[in-house]
């Protein structure tokens, strides 16, 4: 494990280097503090630090409190300051100022082992904690089957698309995606085979939007896409590659080949209308029927208060 010794004392930096060597860690060692609290607050800085009380330029206890109040939990650094000084005001001093702990020279080489020991078990039980979180965090907006984000996701996806146009004038496509008898596929094939049908179609739409874009599962077999910065123009092209990529080969299912295709509903949001992502969602959802009833496998458009129905197949 990486760690950082600060120490302007060149004897006793090097005796200590050599024993944390021993002990197996990668020491970067510096000699004072304004080079210490560059060290340690480099996005790649170590997470275990000794830091000697007097250094030129700046002291351990103020690096310590410059780094606390800058960093972030996680990023979080276990850091031991090294003193002579062993006053019971000095030692309260030091831990005020964001120590973890506290030993005095010379020190004894059991008690810094044994101290790292628990600043490296505290660093790793933060670590598990962080990707739980993170786990956590992923599950809440990520739906658990295709990966794509979820219903929660993309809605909020689409407020916020909608605030951006407020701001910079620019128009935003949505696009509602439903695959084609859907309900066919699982009772044809079973429901292993309809999962493989969603997954392989969150596959194929990602392929097929712009890298500004964002598609998700909206529920079921629907999808939705929300298109930044797309007039009817932009959300008719994503909506028809989209369409080709999705119907453009069939899936092969162990030893099953299973067809399918999706109907589209396109709308536009323009800067200055009194509608909301609800009303958008509606006018999309309502294309999307007219998609279907249409004959399936093709885009329509709400637009100006119609829809507007184009054949892709």
């Known amino acids: 494990m990486r760690l950082l010794l600060a120490d302007d004392d060149k004897i006793s930096a090097l005796r200590l280097r050599r024993l944390l060597e021993t002990w197996g860690y990668e020491v970067e060692a510096v000699n004072d503090g304004e080079r210490a609290l560059a060290g340690l607050s480099k996005p790649t800085a170590p997470k275990l630090a000794i830091l000697d009380w007097m250094m030129p330029g700046l002291r351990g206890p103020e690096i310590i409190r410059r780094l606390r109040l800058e960093g972030d939990s996680r990023d979080y650094q276990y850091i031991i300051l090294l003193t002579s000084r062993n006053d019971q005001s000095d030692v309260v001093a030091g831990l005020e100022a964001g120590a973890d702990d506290y030993l005095t020279k010379p020190v004894h080489k059991a008690e810094l082992r044994a101290r790292l020991r628990v600043g490296r078990r505290l660093l790793e039980t933060q670590r598990r904690l962080l990707e739980t979180q993170e786990k956590l965090r992923i599950q809440a907006s990520q739906d658990a089957l295709t990966q794509l984000p979820n219903r929660r996701s993309m809605m909020a996806c689409l407020e916020n698309a909608i605030v951006t146009s407020h701001a910079d004038g620019s128009p935003v496509g949505l696009l509602m995606l439903d695959l084609d008898r859907f309900k066919g596929i699982n009772d044809t094939y079973g429901h292993g085979a309809g999962d493989a049908v969603l997954q392989e179609s969150a596959r194929r739409m990602l392929s097929a939007i712009r890298s500004q874009d964002t598609i ?4 079921g077999e629907e999808f939705l896409a929300v298109l930044p910065n797309a007039d009817r123009d932009g959300v008719a092209q994503v909506g028809e590659r989209l369409r080709a990529n999705i119907a ?5 299912y162990g030893s099953i080949t299973i067809p399918f295709s999706c109907s589209l509903g396109g709308a536009v949001y323009m800067p200055g209308e009194a ?7 509606q006018a999309a959802d309502q294309a999307l029927y007219a998609a279907k009833a249409a004959g399936r496998n093709r885009v329509c458009f709400a637009w100006a208060n119609s829809i507007d129905g184009r054949l892709t197949a």
């Open 275 to 281: 509608s909301s992502q609800h009303s958008l969602i």
């Open 216 to 219: 998700g599962r909206f529920g």
């Open 248 to 252: 453009g080969e069939p899936l092969l």
